[in-house]
C-alpha cells in the first residue's frame, strides 16, 4: 500500500511539473510594446487588444499608461505576444461621473435654480451615450478589432514596437 501511495505521488509531481506553462514562456512569446495618440497626443488608459488574424492564436492586450505607452500580454504580465498577423482593436471608455452624494435638498437648500438641476441631470447621464451604453474616447472605427484596419505583424526576434495614432 505505501508503495502504491509513492508511485501514484511520483506520477502526480511527475503531471503537475510537466503541465506548467513556465509563466508564459512555453507559449514562445515575443514582447511588444508601443504607442497609442489620439489626435496627436498620447492616449492614457486605453486597452490595445491584439486579435490573431488566423484565429488560431491567442489574443494578447495591452493597457496605455500616462504617456500612451503599452506592453502587451499573454499569459502574465509583459510576456507580449506569439509571432504572427493580428488586427488591432483600441478602446478607451468613459466612466460615468460619481454621482452626488449628497442631495443639496438635504442641506436645507433648495433645488430650484436652473445650474443645480441641470448639474444634477448631468451628472446622471455622465458617460452615457443616448443608448445607454458607455461613452469612448476612441472613434467607434478602432474598438472592433476585425474593423478597425489596423493591424500589426509580430514577429520573433524583432523589437516589435507598434505606434497607432488614430483621428
Known amino acids: 500500500m505505501l508503495r502504491l501511495k509513492l508511485v501514484l505521488s511520483a506520477l502526480l509531481l511527475a503531471m503537475l511539473i510537466g503541465c506548467s ?3 508564459g514562456e512555453s507559449l514562445d512569446t515575443v514582447k511588444v510594446s508601443g504607442l497609442v495618440k489620439l ?3 498620447p492616449l492614457a488608459g486605453a486597452t490595445v487588444t491584439f486579435a490573431p488574424a488566423d484565429k488560431t492564436g491567442r489574443t494578447a492586450v495591452g493597457l496605455s499608461d500616462a504617456e500612451g505607452k503599452f506592453t502587451l500580454t499573454t499569459v502574465t504580465a509583459g510576456d507580449g ?6 488586427h488591432v482593436g483600441i478602446r478607451k471608455p468613459i466612466a460615468p461621473a460619481p454621482q452626488i452624494a449628497v442631495d443639496p435638498r438635504a442641506e436645507g ?3 430650484d435654480t436652473n ?4 448639474i444634477m441631470e448631468a451628472a446622471k447621464g455622465a458617460g452615457k451615450k443616448k443608448d445607454g ?3 469612448d474616447a476612441v472613434p467607434p472605427k478602432y474598438h472592433d478589432t476585425a474593423g478597425s484596419g489596423l493591424t500589426a505583424e509580430v514577429k520573433k526576434g524583432d523589437k516589435n514596437e507598434f505606434t497607432f495614432t488614430l483621428q
Open 133 to 135: 451604453q458607455l461613452a
Open 21 to 23: 506553462n513556465g509563466g
Open 109 to 111: 437648500r433648495k433645488l
Open 81 to 86: 505576444a506569439l509571432p504572427g498577423s493580428y
Open 39 to 41: 489626435n496627436g497626443a
Open 115 to 118: 445650474a443645480e438641476k441641470q
